[in-house]
């Protein structure tokens, strides 16, 4: 891994409404573009993302999309959709010069990037593909209403429990009610058990929950935004409808062997439809692009597409 890789230039981009998205660029001014999409959504994102690239080969363009990390207003609704984040990567490569370029994202980040090489397959060299989340009910049903249970049963009734009989049958609607709320303590609190499902079955080992009051209300309250509105995608299986523009584009796939939050099964599903693409399982690795085998295999294609462009 590439550590201490310190941007040469930073900045916020404005939108045609209030948001202001904030970007990074480091490494090679001259080199191959790689766009770093974070998961989420509402993720954000972290310098320790800069470690996958080769800072003398790629010129590494990271951002935090709308409502979340260091872009404003925080946690924001309002024009907030997936057309407006794809829109972005496209008026921030067009405003940092960048005609063409590698796109890296892991979760909701993979989930953007098919759907911006969907709407631009002419823009995107290759893709880098990490926890696949094709975005489909039963993609989100498995986390937040049904399926992960099975595996982190304890975790799952706390969760659970936060609500009301009546508001369980419909747990994404109720938490995202609840994390709307104008009361901060019910929004916070909301937030907090919403994402600490996440972070706990993320990872092989379990780790602590995220303290973080500003970036467990980003995440939750625009994961819950999204995910409660079908992602603002025309149909539930927009992705796979669409692959066939997209299924010559060089991909790779990463997807953890015992990945809870999103489906094992999804990348399997993303690779059969992707005629030019590898797909890697990695062992003893779950959901989190930290885990010591996932987070190795995605350095080594990194190095490998160094030398194929």
């Not at 001014?29 to 800072?55: A, C, T």
């Not at 936060?162 to 303590?185: F, G, P, V």
């Not at 509105?229 to 790779?252: G, Q, R, T, V």
């Amino acid at each position: 891994m590439y550590k201490n890789t310190i941007p040469y230039k930073t900045g916020f981009m404005n939108t045609e409404s209030e948001h202001k998205i904030y970007y990074e660029i480091s490494g090679n001014q001259n080199g191959i573009p790689v766009v770093f999409l974070h998961g989420g959504p509402g993720g954000s994102s972290s310098e320790k993302h800069r470690e996958f690239f080769d800072p003398k080969y790629y010129k590494i363009i990271i951002f935090d999309q709308r409502g979340c990390g260091k872009s404003t207003p925080s946690r924001s609704l309002i024009n907030n959709t997936t057309d407006h984040l794809v829109n972005d990567i496209t008026n921030l490569t067009r405003m940092l010069n960048v005609e063409k370029f590698i796109l890296f994202g892991g979760s909701w980040g993979s989930t953007l990037a098919l759907i911006y090489a969907i709407r631009h397959p002419e823009k995107v060299l290759s893709l880098v593909l990490r926890g696949i989340f094709l975005c489909r009910k039963s993609d989100i049903d498995w986390l937040y209403q049904s399926g992960v249970e099975q595996f982190f049963p304890e975790y799952f009734e706390d969760y659970m429990n936060h609500l009301n009989e009546n508001e369980r049958k419909d747990a994404l609607s109720s938490y995202y009610k609840r994390m709307t709320s104008t009361d901060k303590n019910v929004a916070l609190q909301a937030a907090t058990k919403f994402a600490n499902l996440e972070s706990i079955t993320s990872t092989i080992k379990t780790v602590k929950p995220d303290s973080d009051d500003k970036h467990i209300l980003e995440i939750a309250t625009l994961e819950a935004h999204y995910f409660v509105h079908d992602s603002f995608l025309p149909s539930d299986n927009y992705i796979l409808e669409n692959i066939n523009k997209i299924e010559d584009i060089p991909s790779y796939i990463v997807h953890g062997r015992y990945d809870m939050v999103c489906r094992p099964s999804s990348a399997y599903d993303l690779h059969k439809k992707l005629k030019n693409s590898q797909l890697h399982y990695t062992n003893l690795a779950g959901h989190s692009l930290f885990e010591g085998e996932t987070s190795q295999k995605l350095f080594d294609i990194m190095e490998e597409l160094k030398h194929k462009f």
